[in-house]
């Protein structure tokens, strides 16, 4: 025999309403507002840096692999602070981006890398992770964390 909800439609369950405003509490939390905006700079500063640090010419395909990635980032972690219920899974995203721009030096240059280019982009790289993995540690946490994943 198959059992009926009481609710007409999964938008009216007392479980998702309840799951919505947790997110809504824990998206507009000044932790999640700061990781967002960092995330937003580190992004448009990946972005510039080729231009700033001056090695724009000495590594074109690096320059052009941090603009792209640099932007992503930055879309990313505006979107995080706009419509953060449509994209708190990205956080995951943006943490693999850094790492990405930490190898990315080696993996796209494939010859000596000059010390401006390695700083820029671990440093970079490093922020990026760190805010990717603080975003979605504030995500598991909203979502119930571990415990929620082991059931």
Same mark, same amino acid.
């Given at each position: 025999?198959?059992?009926?909800?009481?609710?007409?439609?999964?938008?009216?369950?007392?479980?998702?309403?309840?799951?919505?405003?947790?997110?809504?509490?824990?998206?507009?939390?000044?932790?999640?507002?700061?990781?967002?905006?960092?995330?937003?700079?580190?992004?448009?500063?990946?972005?510039?840096?080729?231009?700033?640090?001056?090695?724009?010419?000495?590594?074109? +395909? @690096?320059?052009?692999?941090?603009? #792209?990635?640099? %932007? $992503?980032? *930055?879309?990313? /972690?505006?979107? !995080?602070?706009?419509?953060?219920?449509?994209?708190?899974?990205?956080?995951?995203?943006?943490?693999?981006?850094?790492?990405?721009?930490?190898?990315?030096?080696?993996?796209?240059?494939?010859?000596?890398?000059?010390?401006?280019?390695?700083?820029? +982009? @671990?440093?970079?790289?490093?922020? #990026?992770?760190? %805010? $990717?993995? *603080?975003?979605? /540690?504030?995500? !598991?946490?909203?979502s119930g964390g571990?415990?929620?994943?082991?059931?």
């Open positions: 025999m198959v059992e009926r909800s009481q609710y007409k439609t999964m938008a009216d369950h007392p479980d998702v309403l309840e799951m919505r405003e947790r997110y809504e509490r824990i998206s507009t939390s000044p932790p999640t507002v700061i990781t967002d905006g960092l995330l937003v700079l580190a992004g448009l500063w990946l972005a510039i840096s080729p231009a700033v640090v001056h090695f724009r010419e000495l590594a074109p +395909n @690096v320059a052009q692999n941090n603009l #792209i990635v640099g %932007l $992503g980032v *930055a879309a990313v /972690g505006l979107g !995080l602070s706009m419509t953060p219920r449509s994209m708190l899974r990205l956080s995951w995203a943006t943490a693999l981006a850094g790492v990405w721009v930490i190898v990315s030096p080696w993996v796209i240059q494939q010859t000596t890398v000059g010390t401006e280019i390695v700083l820029t +982009n @671990v440093i970079t790289g490093g922020v #990026i992770a760190l %805010l $990717g993995l *603080a975003g979605a /540690g504030i995500t !598991l946490a909203a571990w415990r929620a994943r082991r059931r």
